[in-house]
């Protein structure tokens, strides 16, 4: 089992840039999966983005297409997220979570939360108009 720690939130204006980071510790495998999802108030949690942890493959949403990007750092063992062009409704709380579902790493039922077993607390992003 992993342990997660997501940071970087805060509050920054329409078109601005944030940069989130999940923190990841414990064992780890190379068919490892490390996700981003959202959470704005009053509706249900969606993928973000995701990166295996060879840093190979990456998967996106299409509403962040083109804006956000997520990377792996190797020598901090960390999975960053930069949230560029950000709009209003970006406005949500990001959580990072880490599958070890072969079919995710594979690239299939990435953006299935159900498929990720660890999750950090959260961090809250807002975007202001």
Same mark, same amino acid.
């Given at each position: 089992?992993?342990?997660?720690? @997501?940071? /970087?939130?805060?509050?920054?204006? #329409?078109?601005?840039?944030?940069?989130?980071?999940?923190?990841?510790?414990?064992?780890?495998? !190379? !068919?490892?999966?490390v996700g981003w999802f959202r959470q #704005?108030?009053?509706? %249900?949690? %969606?993928?973000?983005?995701?990166?295996?942890?060879? /840093?190979?493959?990456?998967?996106?949403?299409?509403?962040?297409?083109?804006?956000?990007?997520?990377?792996? @750092?190797?020598?901090?063992?960390?999975?960053?997220?930069?949230?560029?062009?950000?709009?209003? %409704?970006?406005?949500?709380?990001?959580?990072?979570?880490? !599958?070890?579902?072969?079919?995710?790493?594979?690239?299939?039922?990435? #953006?299935?939360? !159900?498929?990720?077993?660890?999750?950090?607390? /959260?961090?809250?992003?807002?975007?202001?108009?």
């Amino acid at each position: 089992q992993v342990q997660l720690a @997501d940071s /970087g939130g805060g509050l920054v204006q #329409a078109g601005g840039s944030l940069r989130l980071s999940c923190a990841v510790s414990g064992r780890t495998f !190379s !068919s490892h999966t490390v996700g981003w999802f959202r959470q #704005a108030p009053g509706k %249900e949690r %969606e993928f973000v983005a995701a990166v295996t942890w060879s /840093g190979a493959s990456t998967f996106y949403a299409d509403s962040v297409k083109g804006r956000f990007t997520i990377s792996r @750092d190797n020598a901090k063992i960390t999975v960053n997220l930069q949230m560029n062009d950000l709009k209003p %409704e970006d406005t949500a709380v990001y959580y990072c979570a880490a !599958s070890q579902n072969v079919l995710v790493y594979r690239g299939f039922y990435y #953006a299935d939360m !159900s498929r990720y077993g660890s999750w950090g607390q /959260g961090t809250q992003v807002t975007v202001s108009s």
